[in-house]
């Protein structure tokens, strides 16, 4: 069954530092997509990024990249020069592609960066 | 990405009561769901909105209690029925986008007494 694995409830850190948020999945199928969202405390979810199943090639948007590798079924976030602005609730999910309607989420990540 | 409202943004409610929230779109879309996210929850799918006909509802939600409309492409509403307080949440409506992307409205927040 599909499943998404977010273990670290909560993460504070301090202005500028790097932070990674770890998301692990598992599916049967071998076409899936992984995507991550933001949640800030205003409560609208905001799509960060899609990846396919069959690019495994790592993202870097601003501060933002991704780390994608099949081998350990991860697909891990990292946040370089954390800022104030980027506390929120963060959700990794995953969609087979059997079934691309259903978004299966995991519990999030709560980031608290502080000043 | 497509634009998506969704009214009203906020809402105290009394227990038995029912409450209508409305999602737009500010462009025809095929796929439309709702989301319910409890407290300090992660998101669960409640239905998928499908024009024409019924929703099609998650297991552990029924008609009754969520109904579902969906008059056209760009428009669905959900009713939350016979409010308890453990229906206090954050709604969300989402449409499906390219390349199999679930954008979001800004949901929501529903606190029933």
């Known amino acids: 069954a599909q499943k998404v694995t977010q273990a670290q409830t909560e993460i504070s850190v301090v202005e500028k530092e790097d932070v990674t948020l770890d998301c692990v999945y598992e599916?049967?199928?071998?076409?899936?997509?992984l995507f991550w969202y933001k949640q800030p405390p205003s409560g609208e979810l905001v799509f960060l990024i899609r990846?396919?199943?069959?690019?495994?090639q790592n993202e870097i948007s601003g501060r933002y990249s991704w780390n994608f590798q099949k081998s350990t079924s991860s697909f891990n976030f990292t946040i370089t020069a954390s800022q104030v602005v980027d506390s929120a609730v963060y959700f990794c999910?995953?969609?087979?592609?059997?079934?691309?309607?259903?978004?299966?989420f995991g519990t999030g990540t709560r980031l608290q960066v502080f000043p | 990405s497509a634009v998506i409202s969704q009214k009203p943004s906020r809402d105290i409610c009394q227990r038995g009561t029912s409450l209508t929230i409305q999602c737009q779109v500010d462009?025809?879309?095929?796929?439309m769901f709702w989301y319910r996210q409890q407290p300090g929850q992660s998101l669960t799918l409640i239905a998928t909105?499908?024009?024409?006909?019924?929703?099609?509802?998650e297991s552990g939600f029924v008609i009754d209690k969520f109904p579902i409309s969906r008059p056209n492409l760009t428009f669905s509403t959900l009713t939350v029925s016979n409010m308890s307080p453990e229906d206090s949440s954050i709604y969300l409506c989402?449409?499906?986008?390219?390349?199999?992307?679930?954008?979001f409205g800004p949901g929501t927040r529903l606190l029933v007494l």
């Open positions: 989402s449409v499906q986008g390219l390349g199999e992307t679930q954008y």
């Open positions: 599916t049967r199928d071998t076409t899936y997509y």
């Open positions: 990846r396919n199943s069959f690019d495994e």
């Open positions: 999910a995953l969609s087979e592609a059997r079934d691309t309607d259903k978004l299966i």
């Open positions: 462009s025809q879309v095929t796929m």
């Open positions: 909105a499908n024009q024409g006909s019924e929703a099609t509802y």
